[in-house]
């Protein structure tokens, strides 16, 4: 199937089973060049789901797995335009969302905000276990591996406060065998119609190739390998965010805001 000058999501596969889909083109393109909001590429909410060898080029993410995502599989694909390979959002109103045995693999991504991209609501619940990101090639991507557990509606006001001791719990998560380069040129994406833009991240420097955003006791063996392949665009030193009371166990690079440091782990 060819998509063209999609207005909204593309292929919702929420609650499907035994689905592949294959050889689609998707373009989401305007008329008057104004970006194009909410054009997902594949929602995948389903069972045993394999989507590959498809053209995404849209505004949003190019994939997200959601709620009920089990035994998911999005390979060899090419992304351009959006906003990454997610898993989310969970846990929206404190809902208990699950999602496993997902895989990215195999994809280029092109001009996007994120890379492999995670978010939960603050105050979910719920379970993401067995989730990879491998050989993902990057081109111009604001944040090649994104992680946070403090995802709000940014347009009702700034981030709540919360006593909240509940999070979307991790388990089983790696990011492996990434390369290309950051975009760290300082370009406004398409989405950013607010000051701060909603995706800004307080200290980030644009030179951040790995971003942790969690809290502690929720997150069980995320690590992040052979992603010493992700380089900026002005040639400065990579670095990454990371608040080592959150971390159990060693995530393949030093956990800290600062250079990035792999440790063995991460070159296993």
């Known amino acids: 199937m060819k998509l063209w000058k999609s207005i909204a999501w593309n292929f919702s596969l929420s609650g499907a089973k035994n689905v592949r889909a294959f050889r689609n083109i998707i373009k989401c393109l305007s008329d008057n060049n104004s970006f194009p909001f909410n054009t997902d590429g594949f929602a995948v909410g389903g069972t045993d789901l394999v989507v590959e060898n498809n053209y995404i080029y849209n505004g949003d993410d190019c994939v997200t797995a959601g709620n009920g995502a089990t035994n998911v599989l999005f390979q060899n694909n090419y992304c351009e335009g959006g906003h990454g390979l997610s898993i989310g959002s969970l846990?929206?109103?404190?809902?208990?969302?699950?999602?496993?045995?997902?895989?990215?693999?195999?994809?280029?991504?092109?001009?996007?905000?994120?890379?492999?991209?995670?978010?939960?609501?603050?105050?979910?619940?719920?379970?993401a276990a067995n989730i990879t990101w491998r050989n993902i090639v990057?081109?111009?991507?604001?944040?090649?591996?994104?992680?946070?557990?403090?995802?709000?509606?940014?347009?009702?006001?700034?981030?709540p406060n919360t006593t909240?001791?509940?999070?979307?719990?991790?388990?089983?998560?790696?990011?492996?065998?990434?390369?290309?380069?950051?975009?760290?040129?300082?370009?406004?994406?398409?989405?950013?119609?607010?000051?701060?833009?909603?995706?800004?991240?307080?200290?980030?420097?644009?030179e951040e190739s790995v971003i942790f955003d969690l809290y502690p006791g929720t997150a069980t063996n995320i690590v992040a390998?052979?992603?010493?392949?992700?380089?900026?665009?002005?040639?400065?030193?990579?670095?990454?965010m990371c608040d080592n009371s959150t971390i159990t166990s060693d995530p393949g690079f030093i956990c800290q805001n600062g250079p990035f440091v792999p440790t063995p782990v991460g070159y296993l």
């Not at 997902?102 to 719920?126: C, D, E, I, P």
């Not at 390998?225 to 990454?240: A, C, E, L, Q, S």
Request: hydrophobic share 30%; with cysteine; aromatic share 12%.
């Open 91 to 127: 846990g929206s109103g404190g809902a208990a969302h699950y999602v496993t045995n997902v895989t990215f693999q195999n994809v280029v991504m092109k001009n996007h905000l994120y890379g492999a991209r995670f978010k939960s609501w603050t105050g979910g619940n719920g379970l």
């Open 164 to 206: 909240s001791t509940t999070s979307t719990h991790l388990e089983n998560i790696l990011f492996d065998n990434f390369s290309g380069d950051i975009d760290d040129s300082g370009t406004v994406e398409g989405t950013c119609i607010s000051d701060p833009c909603w995706y800004y991240v307080p200290n980030a420097t644009g």
């Open 225 to 240: 390998r052979h992603i010493n392949g992700i380089r900026t665009g002005k040639g400065v030193p990579v670095r990454v």
């Open 138 to 159: 990057l081109q111009h991507v604001m944040f090649p591996i994104y992680v946070t557990q403090n995802y709000w509606d940014q347009g009702k006001g700034p981030k």
